[in-house]
């Protein structure tokens, strides 16, 4: 009690000495060590000037003013606070859609000077005024335009992927390919929309289902569309449950979701160690462009089915990943400023991602009802559906559907083949679009 006592002695003392300066004038030091007082009668007017322009200057440098000034940051503040209700909330996509969110507010608060889209302009990184004008995001960033953030996160992908049931059902992989119908119509619609080629490409690959291939390629094409684009793709992949249901039952039949399929065969080690090997030198020779993904995809595979770098294995597949995901999430919806995000093109990119997402969906199922015609083992067409590498989102929707119709079927498993199949084809799909426009 005493110490508190003294302590408020001492602040009263310091103020009454301050009151007192404030009164009389300003202190100030002489070079013979005595301390003399200005009245503050003889003190300039131009001081009082200077604290009226800091205290304008103070004013004019608050958020407060940006947003009154523009109305469309409150707009974007507005979306992303719903987009961070979705993945709270609803949960949908959390682990991407919490950071991507979170990153549009930061790079929409007025003033804050977390990103600058002016570093990257034109698609290139403007070195010369980068560390004088670069704020926290901006170094975030250059993972996403170097084409770090999407290759690391595959490795994860790999190191959590088993390609197990497409060894067992080699049709599967066929089935994923059909499922990149999306991505090659939506090019061409978009295209004769008025969309550059390099922008139609970009919307497209939102068919494949597969943010992190999404936002490689974007990088690459059109990284002025990088926000909008993973907005879309990340929101459609979570709305896989809504928007792939109705176009599975419109396109089969009760009878062809009733398909119960044979039990898939064992895979032995040596065959899941051999298949990311020999599947990246083969693409790799075909498709070079392709081989930054389809190389980390299967790296992280090898270390998981190899068995003797365990610890490397559970390293991509957890801190890693977890790290990446932040930073890429971060950065991409860094990218989503007013600008870029406020215009007719995005609704465009918005309505072209649906469009892209269900013929991909469509495309899996018709090529599933093809094969039935000349095949004596029956696939059940649901399973086509999963082609689109939402991961394993798409494989449990086709099991949701086909249940329902018999309870007794199984369809998982069978499903999970074109679901990774479909990781494949869409960066297949992503390097074919850069062999042609990167």
């Given at each position: 009690?005493?110490?508190?006592?003294?302590?408020?002695?001492?602040?009263?003392?310091?103020?009454?000495?301050?009151?007192?300066?404030?009164?009389?004038?300003?202190?100030?030091?002489?070079?013979?060590?005595?301390?003399?007082?200005?009245?503050?009668?003889?003190?300039?007017?131009?001081?009082?000037?200077?604290?009226?322009?800091?205290?304008?200057?103070?004013?004019?440098?608050?958020?407060?003013?940006?947003?009154?000034?523009?109305?469309r940051f409150i707009v974007m503040l507005v979306i992303a606070c719903t987009l961070l209700y979705l993945a709270i909330v609803k949960q949908y996509e959390p682990l991407?859609?919490?950071?991507?969110?979170?990153?549009?507010?930061?790079?929409?608060?007025?003033?804050?000077?977390?990103?600058?889209?002016?570093?990257?302009?034109?698609?290139?990184?403007?070195?010369?005024?980068?560390?004088?004008?670069?704020?926290?995001?901006?170094?975030?960033?250059?993972?996403?335009?170097?084409?770090?953030?999407?290759?690391?996160?595959?490795?994860?992908?790999?190191?959590?992927?088993?390609?197990?049931?497409?060894?067992?059902?080699?049709?599967?992989?066929?089935?994923?390919?059909?499922?990149?119908?999306?991505?090659?119509?939506?090019?061409?619609?978009?295209?004769?929309?008025?969309?550059?080629?390099?922008?139609?490409?970009?919307?497209?690959?939102?068919?494949?289902?597969?943010?992190?291939?999404?936002?490689?390629?974007?990088?690459?094409?059109?990284?002025?569309?990088?926000?909008?684009?993973?907005?879309?793709?990340?929101?459609?992949?979570?709305?896989?449950?809504?928007?792939?249901?109705?176009?599975?039952?419109?396109?089969?039949?009760?009878?062809?979701?009733?398909?119960?399929?044979?039990?898939?065969?064992?895979?032995?080690?040596?065959?899941?160690?051999?298949?990311?090997?020999?599947?990246?030198?083969?693409?790799?020779?075909?498709?070079?462009?392709?081989?930054?993904?389809?190389?980390?995809?299967?790296?992280?595979?090898?270390?998981?089915?190899?068995?003797?770098?365990?610890?490397?294995?559970?390293?991509?597949?957890?801190?890693?990943?977890?790290?990446?995901?932040?930073?890429?999430?971060?950065?991409?919806?860094?990218?989503?400023?007013?600008?870029?995000?406020?215009?007719?093109?995005?609704?465009?990119?918005?309505?072209?991602?649906?469009?892209?997402?269900?013929?991909?969906?469509?495309?899996?199922?018709?090529?599933?009802?093809?094969?039935?015609?000349?095949?004596?083992?029956?696939?059940?067409?649901?399973?086509?559906?999963?082609?689109?590498?939402?991961?394993?989102?798409?494989?449990?929707?086709?099991?949701?559907?086909?249940?329902?119709?018999?309870?007794?079927?199984?369809?998982?498993?069978?499903?999970?083949?074109?679901?990774?199949?479909?990781?494949?084809?869409?960066?297949?799909?992503?390097?074919?679009?850069?062999?042609?426009?990167?």
């Open positions: 009690m005493k110490n508190i006592k003294k302590y408020l002695f001492m602040l009263l003392a310091v103020a009454a000495v301050g009151l007192t300066v404030q009164a009389w004038g300003s202190v100030s030091a002489q070079q013979d060590g005595t301390v003399a007082v200005t009245p503050a009668t003889e003190q300039t007017v131009d001081e009082d000037i200077h604290i009226g322009e800091s205290l304008l200057n103070f004013v004019q440098s608050m958020g407060f003013t940006g947003l009154v000034q523009d109305w991407l859609l919490l950071p991507i969110a979170f990153g549009m507010i930061l790079t929409n608060l007025p003033g804050a000077g977390m990103y600058h889209s002016e570093l990257f302009a034109g698609g290139h990184v403007h070195w010369q005024g980068f560390d004088s004008l670069a704020g926290l995001v901006d170094y975030l960033y250059l993972g996403v335009k170097l084409g770090i953030y999407p290759c690391l996160i595959f490795v994860g992908v790999g190191a959590m992927t088993d390609f197990g049931p497409l060894i067992a059902n080699p049709k599967s992989l066929l089935l994923g390919a059909a499922a990149q119908l999306g991505i090659f119509a939506t090019y061409l619609g978009a295209t004769a929309l008025g969309f550059t080629p390099a922008e139609a490409a970009s919307t497209g690959i939102i068919g494949g289902a597969d943010g992190p291939t999404a936002i490689y390629l974007t990088s690459k094409l059109a990284p002025h569309l990088l926000g909008p684009i993973a907005v879309a793709a990340y929101s459609y992949m979570a709305l896989v449950p809504v928007i792939q249901p109705p176009i599975m039952k419109a396109l089969t039949t009760k009878e062809e979701r009733k398909i119960v399929m044979k039990q898939l065969r064992p895979v032995s080690k040596t065959e899941k160690i051999l298949f990311p090997i020999v599947l990246t030198i083969i693409i790799s020779l075909l498709l070079p462009s392709a081989a930054p993904l389809i190389g980390s995809l299967m790296l992280g595979n090898l270390m998981k089915e190899c068995g003797v770098v365990e610890r490397l294995s559970k390293t991509v597949q957890n801190e890693l990943m977890n790290i990446v995901t932040i930073f890429l999430g971060i950065s991409v919806g860094a990218t989503a400023t007013a600008d870029a995000f406020l215009n007719w093109q995005t609704l465009g990119i918005l309505v072209l991602g649906v469009v892209a997402f269900g013929l991909g969906t469509a495309g899996g199922v018709i090529l599933a009802k093809i094969i039935n015609i000349f095949s004596k083992e029956k696939i059940n067409p649901l399973i086509g559906s999963a082609g689109v590498s939402a991961v394993p989102m798409a494989a449990r929707v086709s099991q949701k559907v086909g249940q329902a119709e018999n309870p007794a079927n199984f369809l998982l498993m069978h499903a999970m083949g074109p679901n990774v199949a479909g990781v494949i084809g869409s960066a297949v799909a992503a390097g074919i679009l850069l062999s042609f426009l990167g």
